[in-house]
């Protein structure tokens, strides 16, 4: 009875326990497939997240390249515009400049022998620095150089951009070159050296010298300019570098408020025009040497003109000792008055000598004497024609 009772009892706690059992295998199930389809809810609505994420960065990437575009558009627009304004208004001061040079020449020419001439050539030179100023601005925005024809002497190259900086009395040409820049290289390589010079004279001390050499490396010609000024650090080297290079030149706006033009726009014009410029050496005095590399393709050997023959003179007659009397008094015996003298010729040309013979005036202390001599040498390098002002909207 009893042993009945206890299988009884045991039967009951298997079957109670395989309920318990089965009933937490069926909820253990339940809760696996909501957990799963939670994780999959879950899973779904994480990638409906990413991928709305994922879109709005892709819109926000949009915008920026758009709005990054449209700041680039209007900065390039922004700058066309002020160079087309400066380019205009550069090309007015350039005829002005132009107009102002050619009527002092033709007071010079005029005047040559006069007193005056000490001050014609010191505006002549005032107006040279104005029109080297204008025309490097209008190269930076977009202009291009004279035009000339005909090549010129190295040596007359440099000295006429000695003549259109402030202090040209302290740059030295140590020697002829005997060579000459090619007609399309000579309004380039003056402007260039032009604004070596101004930064030479202008960081060095104003009694220190500069000296111009000129050097034949392989097949090269080397335009030396060594000063005695304060050199250049690692950082002003590097950067100068960059802009004598071309690749990148700053924008107008990134000239500050004093811009500087010098050697972006020598590294503008290097590029444009196939020659090199370099400032990272150091000059025997200490100061920067810059290097103005010219390749074979824009000079060649200076050509010697041939000798001309004196002309050959025709024999006057002598007048006799009576003739002579008899034509210096008038026909009642009296003596004829003689012939008023001409003044001195004056010099023909932008402080050169008329003919040959006569000497400008030099005025003491002012440094005529040597700008007189500058002009002289300064003509083939400064026969360039000027682009007119006219129609500069569209230049």
């Known amino acids: 009875m009893n042993r009945d009772v206890l299988i009884w009892c045991l039967a009951v706690v298997a079957v109670v326990s395989t309920a318990a059992v089965v009933a937490l295998i069926v909820r253990t199930r339940a809760l696996g497939a909501r957990k799963r389809q939670s ?19 892709t819109d926000l990437q949009r915008f920026r390249a758009e709005q990054d575009e449209a700041l ?15 380019k205009g208004a550069v090309r007015f001061l350039q005829s002005l400049a132009a107009e102002q040079t050619t009527l002092l020449d033709g007071i010079q020419r005029r005047y040559g022998g006069h007193a005056v001439l000490s001050d014609l050539l010191d505006v002549n030179h ?33 000295r006429s951009a ?8 302290r740059v030295e040409i140590m020697q002829q070159s005997g060579m000459a820049l090619k007609a399309s290289a000579v309004a380039p390589v003056a402007l260039a050296v032009a604004e070596l010079l101004d930064n030479a004279a202008s960081f060095s001390q104003h009694d220190a010298p500069i000296e111009v050499t000129f050097q034949r490396v392989q097949s090269n010609l080397c335009i030396v300019i060594d000063d005695a000024g304060v050199g250049m650090s690692d950082e002003d080297r590097q950067k100068a570098t960059a802009l004598l290079s071309g690749d990148s030149l700053p924008r107008l706006s990134q000239l500050g408020a004093q811009p500087k033009f010098g050697l972006p726009v020598v590294g503008l014009i290097a590029r444009q025009y196939g020659f090199k410029v370099d400032v990272t050496g150091v000059s025997r005095y200490g100061g920067v040497r810059a290097v103005v590399l010219l390749p074979k393709e824009l000079w060649t050997m200076e050509e010697t003109p041939p000798a ?5 003179r025709r024999i006057r007659r002598i007048p006799s000792v009576e003739e002579d009397a008899a034509e210096s008094r008038t026909v009642h015996g009296l003596p004829k008055r003689g012939e008023r003298q001409a003044p001195t010729a004056s010099v023909t040309d932008a402080g050169g000598s008329a003919g040959g013979g006569t000497r400008p005036f030099k005025k003491a202390g002012r440094g005529s004497g040597g700008l007189a001599a500058i002009q002289r040498g300064t003509m083939s390098g400064r026969a360039v024609e000027v682009p007119s002002s006219e129609g500069t909207e569209g230049a």
């Open 308 to 312: 001309e023959e004196a002309p050959v």
């Open 39 to 57: 994780e999959a809810e879950a899973q779904q609505r994480l990638t409906e997240s990413q991928n709305r994420l994922s879109t709005a960065l």
């Open 72 to 86: 680039r558009e209007a900065e390039r627009t922004a700058e066309e515009s002020t160079k087309a304004v400066l």
């Open 162 to 169: 000695q003549g259109q900086i402030r202090n040209f009395n």
């Open 126 to 158: 005032a107006t040279a620095q104005m029109a080297r100023k204008a025309q490097g601005i209008a190269v930076m925005c977009g202009a291009p150089l004279g035009r000339r024809s005909q090549a010129a002497s190295v040596y007359d190259v440099v």
